[in-house]
């Protein structure tokens, strides 16, 4: 469970990532949607900041990556100062499709949020058990929803879910722990739910995730609010907003704003 206190289905086990060739399908044809509405964009606590100078080059920043003792909910690794968060198994699978989800993290308004229609080409990226990824190929069908994860048995549940369901524009991708493994320049938002935090190379992800993306494409973050102590998860499971600007600004992506709509996450927009 990720909620305190328990969370026994957390195995600190790496499954070693297969990188499976995905069957390519023909790009999306809608351009990306215009940006969040204003309406929608609360002015973040971080905005008067300067904004750091984007790193786009081909390695991480220097001294980004580090080491520390790992706590029991990390890997011992960090990233500008974070420790990474020991990704969650496929036995969390029911905790991520509990029937309180929908009150807790308010799913329905994150999708509407996200702004999608017929026809764009989407990926939720660490997709788990398929929970957004299912209504994201809804909204955007006859357009191709990609759901990608590093754990098969996920993979295997949100492919058999997408059948049942009758989604053929649903497609599971088995990505690596570097390499989000999806055709360059064809997405048009990608959508992070509470998954980011737990890439243990992160700087790599995102820029495999911004080559992803078509020029002026989108980014959804969602973390649990670190600043917020009285969202119950675990603090390794929670971002603060200037944590999470600066490391995605630092794989190159430029923020747009914070969406506040959502009870206990943050919903950070980026643009590519
Ligand atoms: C807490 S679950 C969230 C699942 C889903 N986004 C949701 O909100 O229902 C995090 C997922 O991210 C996946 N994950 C961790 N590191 C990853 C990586 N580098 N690439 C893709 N998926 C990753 C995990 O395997 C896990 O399924």
């Keep these: 469970m990720r909620i305190l206190p328990a969370r026994a289905m957390m195995a600190l086990t790496k499954i070693a990532s297969i990188a499976a060739a ?11 949607a215009p940006s969040t509405s204003a309406r929608n964009v609360e002015a973040s606590p971080t905005a008067q900041q300067p904004p750091e100078a984007p790193h786009t080059a081909d390695a991480p920043p220097a001294g980004a990556y580090g080491e520390c003792d790992p706590t029991p909910d990390g890997i011992g690794r960090t990233y500008f100062g974070r420790e990474i968060a020991a990704f969650m198994t496929h036995q969390g699978i029911q905790w991520l ?21 017929p026809g764009m080409c989407v990926a939720d990226i660490g997709a788990g058990s398929g929970r957004l990824t299912v ?4 909204r955007v069908a006859p357009g191709i929803a990609y759901g990608t994860d590093i754990q098969p048995e996920m993979l295997a549940f949100l492919e058999a879910r997408a059948r049942k369901e009758v989604l053929p524009n649903l497609k599971g991708i088995l990505g690596d722990t570097d390499d989000v493994m ?5 997405v048009d938002v990608v959508l992070l739910v509470d998954a980011y935090h737990e890439f243990d190379r992160p700087w790599e ?10 020029p002026g494409g989108r980014v959804a973050l969602v973390e649990f609010r670190a600043e917020d102590s009285s969202v ?5 499971h929670k971002m603060s907003e200037a944590q999470a600007r600066r490391e995605l600004e630092a794989a190159g992506l430029s923020w747009i ?3 506040a709509r959502l009870p206990w996450q943050h919903l950070l927009w980026f643009r590519k």
């Excluded at 999806?182 to 064809?186: E, K, M, N, V």
């Excluded at 119950?232 to 390794?236: D, Q």
């Design 22 to 32: 995905a069957a390519l399908v023909a790009a999306c044809q809608r351009e990306p």
């Design 97 to 117: 499709e509990r029937d309180s989800r929908e009150a807790e993290e308010r799913t329905s308004a994150l999708l509407d949020a996200l702004d999608l229609g």
């Design 135 to 138: 209504p994201m190929a809804r």
């Design 182 to 186: 999806l055709p360059a320049g064809t």
């Design 205 to 214: 992800m995102m820029r495999s995730i911004v080559r992803a993306l078509k």
């Design 232 to 236: 119950p998860i675990k603090a390794l």
């Design 257 to 259: 704003g914070t969406d």
